[in-house]
């Protein structure tokens, strides 16, 4: 099995840290944090002062799990308490960004944060869309990131043949 290394460049971008704003929480450790938050990104885990190391033995130990965001040039990664609270609303934010990249362009974290009003739950939903099979991440951008589209929606033909997914 091969074991999870944190990138080592990764965009500023977060869900929870609040540059200036935010002060490091006295979490011990990744998990602990991940079971308060639930979800984060990579500059979240890194602002609250956690080592690379740290969080590599967290997921390497299987008790969180993580995906590069986005697929294919991956800018950051997401990673996610397996806990029941964690994936209730790592589920929710699931359901509302499927619901909203059903319209026939799809959605991205800015169009779908404009309605839900939070580019970064936004964010977190889309991935964990994505990672449950919901949503397809295209190579397509209107400069805010990858544009989802709905599986076995309206537009996954017409963009299937557009922009065909690697076998």
Request: proline share 5%; aromatic share 10%.
């Amino acid at each position: 099995m091969k074991k999870y290394k944190v990138p080592e460049r990764v965009v500023s971008m977060t869900i929870h840290h609040l540059y200036g704003l935010s002060k490091p929480h006295e979490k011990e450790n990744v998990r602990e944090y991940l079971k308060e938050y639930g979800f984060a990104l990579t500059a979240d885990l890194i602002a609250q002062g956690f080592k690379a190391s740290e969080i590599e033995e967290a997921v390497n130990s299987g008790d969180i799990n993580v995906t590069h965001w986005p697929e294919k040039n991956p800018q950051t990664d997401f990673y996610w308490n397996k806990d029941k609270e964690s994936l209730r609303k790592l589920e929710k934010l699931s359901k509302k960004t499927v619901e909203i990249c059903e319209i026939p362009i799809g959605g991205d974290f800015a169009s779908v944060g404009a309605e839900i009003g939070s580019q970064q739950m936004a964010l977190a939903g889309l991935i964990y869309a994505r990672e449950q099979g919901k949503l397809r991440e295209t190579e397509m951008s209107r400069g805010d990131g990858p544009i989802y589209f709905v599986k076995g929606g309206p537009s996954e033909e017409l963009f299937s043949i557009l922009f065909p997914a690697k076998q």
